[in-house]
T-cell receptor
Framework: DQQVKQNSPSLSVQEGRISILNCDYTNSMFDYFLWYKKYPAEGPTFLIS???IKDKNEDGRFTVFLNKSAKHLSLHIVPSQPGDSAVYFCAASVDSNYQLIWGAGTKLIIKP | ETGVTQSPTHLIKTRGQQVTLRCSSQSGHNTVSWYQQALGQGPQFIFQ???????GRGNFPPRFSGLQFPNYSSELNVNALELDDSALYLC??????????????FGPGTRLLVL
């Protein structure tokens, strides 16, 4: 039972263009969402988060959008840079719950 | 550089054996969590330790156990290894025992192969 789904295993984007990574969830109790980035042979690093009381959060080139009615969130990277090539995970949690539920990840490849 | 280290980097064991994986957290981080990441999947939460006591556990059997020490190091022990235990094991540390949604810092992981 996958509560957090990232349906695209990989995504290829031209350098300078927008990268859009998608994530769907099934549990309506989730109220906090995070994106992590992972390079090979390294642990995941926190990128950006959003609370369910918001529908958008922005940090530099990274913006996360949350559509609660559709149970969908997306991560936009503008403009995409070669260093953005990595695996991106979305994760979700229920308020006061200690456990993060993770998606399977999307491998983003930025082409020069 | 997160300051979280794990050892060993790779490990091969046979079914039925026991294994101990180690994690050294950043100084001052009193909370450590362990995750299992199977190939092609996202990390799955195993358990969390806060001030040397387990204070949260995911859907893993009791043969997965842990220890946290006062010097910010911790261990994950797995008994009676099964083939499905083959995975990347990640530890993550942070500064409080509160919600896991606070920023946590991951180590590079230990790749375990069970034959």
């Amino acid at each position: 039972d996958q509560q957090v789904k990232q349906n695209s295993p990989s995504l290829s984007v031209q350098e300078g263009r927008i990268s859009i990574l998608n994530c769907d969830y099934t549990n309506s109790m989730f109220d906090y969402f995070l994106w992590y980035k992972k390079y090979p042979a390294e642990g995941p690093t926190f990128l950006i988060s959003i609370s369910s009381i918001k529908d958008k959060n922005e940090d530099g080139r990274f913006t996360v959008f949350l559509n609660k009615s559709a149970k969908h969130l997306s991560l936009h990277i503008v403009p995409s840079q070669p260093g953005d090539s990595a695996v991106y995970f979305c994760a979700a949690s229920v308020d006061s719950n200690y456990q993060l539920i993770w998606g399977a990840g999307t491998k983003l490849i930025i082409k020069p | 550089e997160t300051g979280v280290t794990q050892s060993p980097t790779h490990l091969i064991k046979t079914r039925g054996q026991q294994v101990t994986l180690r994690c050294s957290s950043q100084s001052g981080h009193n909370t450590v969590s362990w995750y299992q990441q199977a190939l092609g999947q996202g990390p799955q939460f195993i358990f969390q330790y806060y001030r040397e006591e387990e204070n949260g556990r995911g859907n893993f059997p009791p043969r997965f156990s842990g220890l946290q020490f006062p010097n910010y190091s911790s261990e994950l022990n797995v008994n009676a290894l099964e083939l499905d235990d083959s995975a990347l094991y990640l530890c993550a540390s942070k500064t409080s025992g509160g919600a896991i949604t606070e920023t946590q810092y991951f180590g590079p992981g230990t790749r375990l192969l069970v034959l």
